[in-house]
T-cell receptor, first 115, second 115 residues
Framework: EAGVAQSPRYKIIEKRQSVAFWCNPISGHATLYWYQQILGQGPKLLIQFQNNGVVDDSQLPKDRFSAERLKGVDSTLKIQPAKLEDSAVYLC???FGGGTGETQYFGPGTRLLVL | AQKVTQAQTEISVVEKEDVTLDCVYETRDTTYYLFWYKQPPSGELVFLIRRNSFDEQNEISGRYSWNFQKSTSSFNFTITASQVVDSAVYFCALSEWGGSYIPTFGRGTSLIVHP
């Protein structure tokens, strides 16, 4: 069974530029999550989708971050404009259901460096 | 509010030593889930175990074992006879039932196993 796929793996941009990350979850998984992991810290949830609807985006900085999951499968996370503090690893995860106890399976992440 | 504390930032051991990674959590809910994830240098978070708050049985899986004690709000992880391949950052996470479903991760413990 294929795991969670993410691209690109690495991205370097200058501040104020825009960037987009792509995620393809495990087949059949209804729930998709985007996390931000700053160096030396644990992952922080940015947004959670159940199929193509948003379940929680309370920790997403909506002035510059946006995410969509139009067909309930792939998802895109965008940052526009990027700031230096956005340098982090962006992790995508998926789970079969969306309950609290669901096990999440993570992709390899996209390492973003904002200069 | 929920909180996960991994007080050990980094642990260094020599191969074949046993090592215990501590996790202390805070929650007001009676129903919750606890997780351990491993993050090797490749960056992908690998699921290790999930425990619900009603199951205090300790679990053993090969060289891995987990000690869940509600009385002390701890969910500690022990690796027996550590190996170099165990070198990684280990994260403990908490997810509450009936809350916002936002899992909270600890800051992680970096385990370095020397040959």
């Amino acid at each position: 069974e294929a795991g969670v796929a993410q691209s690109p793996r690495y991205k370097i941009i200058e501040k104020r530029q825009s960037v987009a990350f792509w995620c393809n979850p495990i087949s059949g998984h209804a729930t998709l999550y985007w996390y931000q992991q700053i160096l030396g810290q644990g992952p922080k949830l940015l947004i959670q989708f159940q199929n193509n609807g948003v379940v929680d985006d309370s920790q997403l900085p909506k002035d510059r971050f946006s995410a969509e999951r139009l067909k309930g499968v792939d998802s895109t996370l965008k940052i526009q404009p990027a700031k230096l503090e956005d340098s982090a690893v962006y992790l995508c995860a998926s789970s079969f259901g969306g309950g609290t106890g669901e096990t999440q399976y993570f992709g390899p992440g996209t390492r973003l460096l904002v200069l | 509010a929920q909180k996960v504390t991994q007080a050990q930032t980094e642990i260094s051991v020599v191969e074949k030593e046993d090592v215990t990674l501590d996790c202390v959590y805070e929650t007001r809910d009676t129903t919750y889930y606890l997780f351990w994830y491993k993050q090797p240098p490749s960056g992908e978070l690998v699921f290790l175990i999930r425990r619900n708050s009603f199951d205090e049985q300790n679990e053993i899986s090969g060289r891995y074992s987990w000690n869940f004690q509600k009385s002390t709000s701890s969910f500690n992880f022990t690796i027996t006879a550590s190996q170099v391949v165990d070198s990684a950052v280990y994260f403990c996470a908490l997810s509450e039932w009936g809350g916002s479903y936002i899992p909270t991760f600890g800051r992680g413990t970096s385990l370095i196993v020397h040959p």
